[in-house]
């Protein structure tokens, strides 16, 4: 089967840094992806990985080691307005071979940013 | 572009009642998705869709869940009779049929059954 952990919460102020961590099994993979999801809104895409190493954007950046079936975000510069969920997401086992995008979340990291 | 569009935003039902969500996908995406949210449970994907077919329904709870695609611009989801535990936040999301494209959610429906 396939199952993805992360933290359920964690707290930073404003201008830190925060890694948050995700750990995955799947039997299948094509790439691991990260989401933004602000209270009462609907997630948005941030970054994936399919290749092993940091992927850097901005203030936000992932890395991925694929045979330890690990991710994290890393989150720079920290300001009131990243206080939201970040949900860590893999593809479905069910779906490996057929090429789909059904992508199976983890719960979720609240992040919550204070000044 | 518009987005992914679902309708209703609130649906407020009694138990025993019927209920659909509607979704309009972003045009020209090949995959279409019907995801649940609940604080215990998360983000649990229920069924997808590729050009139309349903692809994986393995996550529909049970058979008062069903799901429709009837063209590539809509589809939805009906539950029959509906029950309290059914309360959650149902996303739709689109995406192109590359395989690390991002999925595209729609502002999804707040479902409360009485």
């Known amino acids: 089967g396939q199952n993805i952990d992360q933290p359920t919460e964690m707290t930073a102020t404003e201008g830190a840094i925060v890694q948050i961590n995700c750990t995955y099994q799947t039997s299948g993979f094509n790439g691991l992806f990260w989401y933004q999801q602000h209270a009462g809104e609907a997630p948005t895409f941030l970054s994936y990985n399919v290749l092993d190493g940091l992927e850097e954007k901005g203030r936000f950046s992932s890395f991925l080691s694929r045979s330890k079936g690990y991710s994290y975000l890393l989150l720079k510069e920290l300001q009131m307005k990243d206080s939201a969920s970040y949900l860590c997401a893999g593809s479905s086992e069910a779906v490996y071979n057929q090429a789909g995008t059904a992508l199976i979340f983890g719960k979720g990291t609240t992040l919550s940013v204070s000044s | 572009d518009a987005g992914v569009i679902q309708s209703p935003r609130h649906e407020v039902t009694e138990m025993g009642q019927e209920v659909t969500l509607r979704c309009k996908p972003i045009s020209g995406h090949d995959y279409l998705f019907w995801y649940r949210q609940t604080m215990m449970r998360g983000l649990e994907l229920l069924i997808y869709f590729n050009n139309n077919v349903p692809i994986d329904d393995s996550g529909m709870p049970e058979d008062r869940f069903s799901a429709k695609m009837p063209n590539a611009s809509f589809s939805t989801l009906k539950i029959q009779p509906s029950e309290p535990r059914d309360s959650a936040v149902y996303f739709c999301?689109?995406?192109?049929?590359?395989?690390?494209?991002?999925?595209?959610f729609g502002n999804g429906t707040r479902l409360t059954v009485t």
């Open positions: 999301a689109s995406s192109f049929r590359d395989t690390y494209s991002p999925l595209h």
